[in-house]
């Protein structure tokens, strides 16, 4: 039995992680996102409720810490486990089902790395390459969110300026606290030997939406604008030199025994931005990426150019890590699709010099079903992720003029994924290949009607929709 914090109470979900049972229970999910060169975030408008937080946000360029593991090694999870709609979510870092919103917890007894007394569940920058940030101070740098938090023992830190690795120093540059009174802090550290110095900003009530945007600019300035206000600091001399890196999310500043006690911290957004001083930048993420025209085996894809002072000459259209089109145009069609098959997208800009813009938000879609005879369809698209898990749900259709009993639909499964349970059918399978028959109650199907029924299982690292759909 595997047991998931959701916010204050502790659910059970036995090795079907998908028992039938669950199909009634909201799951609290997860998401997140993050750019390493001019970064769009979504609007919390945009935001989808049912994907994991790689749905919402671009963490392509992001390494999570979460605060499970052995004494001095916290749990980590790449990029390259994040990113897409079916990407890693936990109790700790999740996608609020009420808003969209990239949700962190961590308690205060939560796994701590050998630095530091506190534990997390927070984003780490990376480069496209999947080494760790550290950028040269140089330059311009900003860290830009939109935040939220409902539950603070004392304070927490929601983003930070850190030195980078292989440096002298573990330290941050600067930290930006959230307390639970609504002040906002920004602690800049004194040296690389550690002392901080903390600077008031303004207060936010508690669980009101705030944006901030943290950076450092000219080799020597940190500024920090919150909710539209910006202040700058002198960096202190002794931090030329080192490398640097952001961090963001849900970096609880207490401590304690409690598994129950801790913070939660909610982003609607969130972007990275670096220029060298050259006035380089990436081109803005596409917006309104919408999925229309399905057939039985492809998909049309449409979607909005941003302008902005650096054009896109192309794009690229992403399922989950993997580039699947180019075009030159704001539209594309996905073909050789499997039919009946569900498939999420994600779409780039990229400039005359290759520089790559971030993700759009997701957009869903699912291949029409291939039929039996011209009698019956079927379409097959997944109505619940639980990060290790899924619910599929199936509409079969009856578009002949009399109505037909008897059926079954049969399907692969990728070999990572399972049937677990079902609703209003019955499954057999012979390896991944299965068969789900109507029960007595369901065996006819008025003419012009459909019938729909579901049926929940595992998955291994991301859910692969099911393959070599047909209804008979």
Known sequence: MAHYRIRGRTAGIGAGALA????????????????????GAPSAATLNPNVAPGGNFDLSRWELQLPIGSAGSPTTILPSSLEGA???????????????????WDPENGVTTPNSNYARSELREMNADGSAANWSIPG???????????????????????????STSTKPLAELYYYSNGQIVLGIEDSPSGGQTPHTITSVPLGTQWSYVLGLSGGNTINLTVNGTKQS???PS??????????????????????????????????????????????????????SGATSSSLNLAWTEANNSDPAVSYKVYEGSTVVATSTTTSTTITGLASGSSHTYTVTAVDSAGVESTRSASANGTTSGSTGGGNLSVTIAKTKDFGVGYTDTATVTNSTGSAMTGWNVQFDLDPSENIESSANVTYTNSGNHYTLTNTSSDATIPAGSTLTFQFSGDYGSSYIAPTNVAVS
């Open 20 to 39: 039938l049972a669950l199909l009634a229970v909201p799951v609290i999910g997860v998401s997140m996102a993050g750019t390493a060169a001019a970064a």
């Open 86 to 104: 079916n990407g890693f979510q936990d109790s700790y870092f999740f996608t609020d089902t009420t808003d969209g919103s990239m949700s962190f």
């Open 140 to 166: 311009t740098h900003t860290l830009s969110a939109t935040v939220k938090s409902t539950e603070i023992p004392d304070h927490v830190c929601v983003g930070q300026i850190h030195l980078g690795q292989n």
């Open 233 to 235: 600091f002198a960096m």
């Open 238 to 291: 002794s931090f030329t030199g080192y490398p640097m890196y952001f961090k963001a999310g849900d970096y609880d500043q207490s401590s304690g025994s409690s598994s129950t006690v801790g913070a939660a911290v909610q982003f609607y957004a969130l972007s990275v931005y670096h220029s060298t001083g050259g006035g380089s930048t990436a081109p803005a993420t596409p917006s309104g990426l919408a999925v």
